[in-house]
Protein backbone atom coordinates (compact mmCIF):
# COMPACT_ATOMS: atom_id res chain seq x y z
CA UNK A 1 0.00 0.00 0.00
CA UNK A 2 1.55 3.29 -0.75
CA UNK A 3 0.06 6.53 0.98
CA UNK A 4 0.96 9.50 -1.39
CA UNK A 5 0.05 13.41 0.28
CA UNK A 6 -1.45 15.60 -1.84
CA UNK A 7 -2.00 18.26 1.05
CA UNK A 8 -2.44 18.75 4.92
CA UNK A 9 -3.13 21.81 5.88
CA UNK A 10 -5.77 22.48 8.45
CA UNK A 11 -9.01 24.67 8.28
CA UNK A 12 -7.62 27.05 5.06
CA UNK A 13 -4.36 26.42 2.68
CA UNK A 14 -1.26 27.88 3.45
CA UNK A 15 1.58 29.10 0.71
CA UNK A 16 2.10 26.12 -1.31
CA UNK A 17 0.09 24.19 1.00
CA UNK A 18 -3.12 22.54 0.22
CA UNK A 19 -5.81 21.24 2.81
CA UNK A 20 -6.81 17.61 2.93
CA UNK A 21 -6.02 15.24 0.52
CA UNK A 22 -4.14 11.84 -0.11
CA UNK A 23 -3.77 9.36 -2.25
CA UNK A 24 -4.39 5.57 -1.40
CA UNK A 25 -2.85 2.73 -4.17
CA UNK A 26 -3.22 -0.83 -3.62
CA UNK A 27 -4.16 -3.81 -5.00
CA UNK A 28 -4.48 -2.26 -8.30
CA UNK A 29 -6.89 0.22 -6.72
CA UNK A 30 -6.59 3.71 -6.21
CA UNK A 31 -8.69 5.97 -3.66
CA UNK A 32 -8.55 9.68 -3.07
CA UNK A 33 -9.10 10.72 0.51
CA UNK A 34 -10.72 14.36 0.86
CA UNK A 35 -10.41 16.44 -1.89
CA UNK A 36 -9.51 20.17 -0.20
CA UNK A 37 -8.52 23.02 -1.35
CA UNK A 38 -6.13 22.95 -4.15
CA UNK A 39 -5.90 19.46 -3.90
CA UNK A 40 -6.78 18.62 -7.25
CA UNK A 41 -3.79 19.90 -9.59
CA UNK A 42 -1.72 17.84 -7.21
CA UNK A 43 -3.58 14.71 -8.14
CA UNK A 44 -2.99 14.89 -11.20
CA UNK A 45 0.55 14.78 -11.11
CA UNK A 46 0.06 11.45 -9.48
CA UNK A 47 -2.96 10.19 -11.51
CA UNK A 48 -5.39 10.53 -14.37
CA UNK A 49 -8.38 11.67 -12.20
CA UNK A 50 -10.33 8.86 -14.57
CA UNK A 51 -8.28 6.53 -13.56
CA UNK A 52 -9.77 6.94 -9.98
CA UNK A 53 -11.76 3.72 -8.11
CA UNK A 54 -13.29 5.63 -5.18
CA UNK A 55 -12.84 8.88 -3.54
CA UNK A 56 -13.20 8.76 0.77
CA UNK A 57 -14.98 11.80 2.07
CA UNK A 58 -14.68 11.89 5.77
CA UNK A 59 -17.29 15.24 6.25
CA UNK A 60 -18.07 17.97 4.36
CA UNK A 61 -16.01 21.08 5.89
CA UNK A 62 -14.19 22.48 2.41
CA UNK A 63 -11.43 21.94 3.88
CA UNK A 64 -11.98 18.50 3.14
CA UNK A 65 -14.20 19.06 0.20
CA UNK A 66 -13.94 22.29 -1.52
CA UNK A 67 -12.11 20.74 -4.58
CA UNK A 68 -14.65 17.53 -5.82
CA UNK A 69 -15.95 20.72 -7.73
CA UNK A 70 -12.82 20.40 -9.70
CA UNK A 71 -13.40 16.87 -10.52
CA UNK A 72 -16.95 17.48 -10.79
CA UNK A 73 -16.01 19.78 -13.78
CA UNK A 74 -13.43 17.48 -15.17
CA UNK A 75 -15.23 14.22 -15.37
CA UNK A 76 -18.45 16.29 -16.62
CA UNK A 77 -17.02 18.44 -18.75
CA UNK A 78 -14.01 16.64 -20.62
CA UNK A 79 -13.93 16.64 -24.48
CA UNK A 80 -12.55 13.57 -24.23
CA UNK A 81 -12.98 11.33 -21.81
CA UNK A 82 -11.95 7.84 -21.98
CA UNK A 83 -15.02 6.03 -21.58
CA UNK A 84 -19.13 6.94 -20.67
CA UNK A 85 -19.00 8.58 -17.55
CA UNK A 86 -22.33 8.35 -16.90
CA UNK A 87 -21.74 4.20 -17.28
CA UNK A 88 -19.26 3.61 -14.85
CA UNK A 89 -20.29 6.46 -12.14
CA UNK A 90 -17.49 7.00 -10.12
CA UNK A 91 -18.14 5.77 -5.97
CA UNK A 92 -18.25 8.99 -3.18
CA UNK A 93 -18.42 7.55 0.42
CA UNK A 94 -19.42 10.90 1.95
CA UNK A 95 -21.79 11.58 4.47
CA UNK A 96 -25.01 11.10 3.42
CA UNK A 97 -25.92 14.68 2.56
CA UNK A 98 -22.84 14.93 -0.10
CA UNK A 99 -25.25 15.09 -2.92
CA UNK A 100 -27.08 18.10 -2.11
CA UNK A 101 -23.63 19.44 -0.45
CA UNK A 102 -21.53 19.24 -3.34
CA UNK A 103 -24.11 19.86 -6.15
CA UNK A 104 -25.00 23.14 -4.51
CA UNK A 105 -21.19 24.24 -5.57
CA UNK A 106 -22.25 23.72 -9.09
CA UNK A 107 -25.10 26.33 -8.95
CA UNK A 108 -25.42 29.99 -9.37
CA UNK A 109 -29.01 30.22 -8.31
CA UNK A 110 -31.62 28.66 -6.72
CA UNK A 111 -33.53 27.63 -9.97
CA UNK A 112 -30.07 26.53 -11.20
CA UNK A 113 -29.42 23.98 -7.58
CA UNK A 114 -33.05 22.74 -8.61
CA UNK A 115 -31.47 20.75 -11.77
CA UNK A 116 -28.32 20.15 -10.41
CA UNK A 117 -27.42 16.80 -9.76
CA UNK A 118 -24.18 15.41 -9.52
CA UNK A 119 -25.53 11.39 -9.80
CA UNK A 120 -24.97 11.29 -13.43
CA UNK A 121 -21.32 10.90 -12.76
CA UNK A 122 -21.13 10.07 -9.13
CA UNK A 123 -22.82 7.07 -7.19
CA UNK A 124 -22.81 8.33 -3.81
CA UNK A 125 -22.60 6.01 -1.08
CA UNK A 126 -24.32 6.90 2.21
CA UNK A 127 -21.47 6.36 5.48
CA UNK A 128 -22.52 4.55 8.34
CA UNK A 129 -20.15 2.74 10.76
CA UNK A 130 -19.03 -0.49 9.11
CA UNK A 131 -17.23 -2.00 6.41
CA UNK A 132 -17.12 -1.14 2.62
CA UNK A 133 -15.08 -2.95 -0.37
CA UNK A 134 -13.08 -0.50 -2.91
CA UNK A 135 -11.91 -3.86 -5.41
CA UNK A 136 -9.71 -5.72 -2.95
CA UNK A 137 -9.07 -3.19 -0.45
CA UNK A 138 -11.59 -3.22 2.66
CA UNK A 139 -12.57 0.18 4.10
CA UNK A 140 -13.79 0.21 7.67
CA UNK A 141 -15.27 3.45 9.09
CA UNK A 142 -16.21 4.82 12.42
CA UNK A 143 -18.22 7.34 13.14
CA UNK A 144 -15.31 10.52 14.83
CA UNK A 145 -16.62 13.12 17.07
CA UNK A 146 -16.38 16.59 15.27
CA UNK A 147 -18.83 19.40 14.79
CA UNK A 148 -20.77 17.76 12.30
CA UNK A 149 -21.02 13.89 10.82
CA UNK A 150 -17.58 12.82 11.06
CA UNK A 151 -15.90 9.50 9.89
CA UNK A 152 -12.43 8.03 10.21
CA UNK A 153 -11.44 5.03 7.84
CA UNK A 154 -9.28 2.70 8.22
CA UNK A 155 -7.97 1.61 5.09
CA UNK A 156 -6.68 -2.43 4.89
CA UNK A 157 -4.96 -4.61 2.04
CA UNK A 158 -3.21 -8.00 2.17
CA UNK A 159 -2.58 -7.52 5.87
CA UNK A 160 -1.49 -3.89 6.24
CA UNK A 161 -3.28 -1.33 7.56
CA UNK A 162 -3.70 2.78 7.20
CA UNK A 163 -5.88 4.60 9.54
CA UNK A 164 -7.24 8.43 9.14
CA UNK A 165 -8.73 10.05 11.59
CA UNK A 166 -10.49 13.15 10.05
CA UNK A 167 -11.60 15.90 12.12
CA UNK A 168 -11.91 14.54 15.78
CA UNK A 169 -11.29 15.08 19.19
CA UNK A 170 -9.49 12.04 21.18
CA UNK A 171 -12.38 9.20 21.30
CA UNK A 172 -12.79 5.36 22.09
CA UNK A 173 -13.94 5.02 18.32
CA UNK A 174 -10.30 6.35 17.37
CA UNK A 175 -8.61 3.94 19.09
CA UNK A 176 -10.27 1.13 18.13
CA UNK A 177 -9.96 1.64 14.67
CA UNK A 178 -6.19 2.25 14.74
CA UNK A 179 -5.88 -0.49 17.34
CA UNK A 180 -2.42 -2.15 15.69
CA UNK A 181 -2.83 0.02 12.47
CA UNK A 182 0.80 0.12 10.73
CA UNK A 183 0.45 3.44 9.82
CA UNK A 184 -2.15 6.01 11.62
CA UNK A 185 -3.02 9.84 9.85
CA UNK A 186 -3.89 11.97 12.44
CA UNK A 187 -5.60 15.07 13.21
CA UNK A 188 -3.05 17.40 14.99
CA UNK A 189 -4.07 20.45 14.77
CA UNK A 190 -2.27 22.52 16.99
CA UNK A 191 -0.28 22.80 20.51
CA UNK A 192 -2.08 22.08 23.36
CA UNK A 193 -2.98 25.37 25.28
CA UNK A 194 -4.06 26.11 28.48
CA UNK A 195 -7.67 27.50 28.76
CA UNK A 196 -8.91 26.28 25.06
CA UNK A 197 -11.73 24.56 24.60
CA UNK A 198 -11.21 21.81 22.80
CA UNK A 199 -14.19 20.82 20.94
CA UNK A 200 -12.98 20.57 16.79
CA UNK A 201 -9.42 18.85 16.46
CA UNK A 202 -6.91 17.19 18.65
CA UNK A 203 -3.70 18.53 19.73
CA UNK A 204 -0.18 17.16 18.78
CA UNK A 205 0.26 15.65 22.16
CA UNK A 206 -3.24 14.25 21.93
CA UNK A 207 -2.74 12.86 18.41
CA UNK A 208 0.20 10.88 20.02
CA UNK A 209 -1.76 9.34 23.14
CA UNK A 210 -3.97 7.67 20.68
CA UNK A 211 -1.39 6.15 18.52
CA UNK A 212 0.19 5.07 21.73
CA UNK A 213 -3.32 3.62 23.45
CA UNK A 214 -4.31 1.94 19.92
CA UNK A 215 -0.37 0.73 19.53
CA UNK A 216 -0.25 1.58 15.94
CA UNK A 217 3.10 1.35 14.31
CA UNK A 218 3.92 5.08 12.85
CA UNK A 219 2.25 8.03 13.63
CA UNK A 220 1.99 10.93 10.64
CA UNK A 221 0.26 14.19 11.58
CA UNK A 222 -1.76 16.08 9.92
CA UNK A 223 -4.50 18.64 9.48
CA UNK A 224 -1.88 21.63 11.53
CA UNK A 225 -3.30 25.00 11.04
CA UNK A 226 -1.19 27.12 8.81
CA UNK A 227 -0.94 29.46 11.67
CA UNK A 228 0.11 26.70 13.88
CA UNK A 229 3.33 25.92 15.73
CA UNK A 230 4.33 22.74 13.37
CA UNK A 231 7.36 22.18 15.05
CA UNK A 232 5.87 22.40 18.37
CA UNK A 233 3.33 20.39 17.10
CA UNK A 234 5.77 17.70 16.13
CA UNK A 235 7.57 17.76 19.46
CA UNK A 236 4.43 17.13 21.79
CA UNK A 237 3.32 14.03 19.53
CA UNK A 238 7.00 12.51 20.05
CA UNK A 239 7.15 12.82 23.42
CA UNK A 240 3.55 10.93 23.95
CA UNK A 241 4.11 8.03 21.90
CA UNK A 242 7.54 6.28 21.41
CA UNK A 243 7.60 4.80 17.71
CA UNK A 244 8.40 7.05 14.44
CA UNK A 245 6.47 10.83 14.63
CA UNK A 246 6.71 12.64 10.87
CA UNK A 247 4.53 15.71 9.83
CA UNK A 248 2.52 15.23 6.73
CA UNK A 249 3.94 17.33 3.71
CA UNK A 250 2.91 17.47 0.29
CA UNK A 251 4.30 15.03 -1.98
CA UNK A 252 5.16 13.14 0.91
CA UNK A 253 5.16 9.24 -0.06
CA UNK A 254 4.68 6.26 2.83
CA UNK A 255 4.80 3.01 1.72
CA UNK A 256 3.16 0.36 4.36
Known amino acids: MQLTVLGCAGSAPGPDLPTSGYLVEAGGVRIVVELGSGVFGPLMRHCDP ?3 DAV ?12 FSSLAVYR ?3 PEPPYDVTERRLPVFAPSHAPSRLAAAHAASRA ?3 TTDLTDTFDFV ?4 GRYAVGPVDVEVAAMR ?3 EAYGFRISYEGVSLVFSGDTVPCPELVRLAEGADLLLADSAWRE ?9 MSGREAGEVATSAGVQRLVLTHVLPWSDRDGVLEDAEKA ?4 VTLATPGAVYTI
Open 50 to 52: FDL
Open 56 to 67: LLSHLHLDHCAD
Open 76 to 78: REH
Open 112 to 114: EFA
Open 126 to 129: PLAP
Open 146 to 148: HIC
Open 193 to 201: QAGRANYLH
Open 241 to 244: FPGP
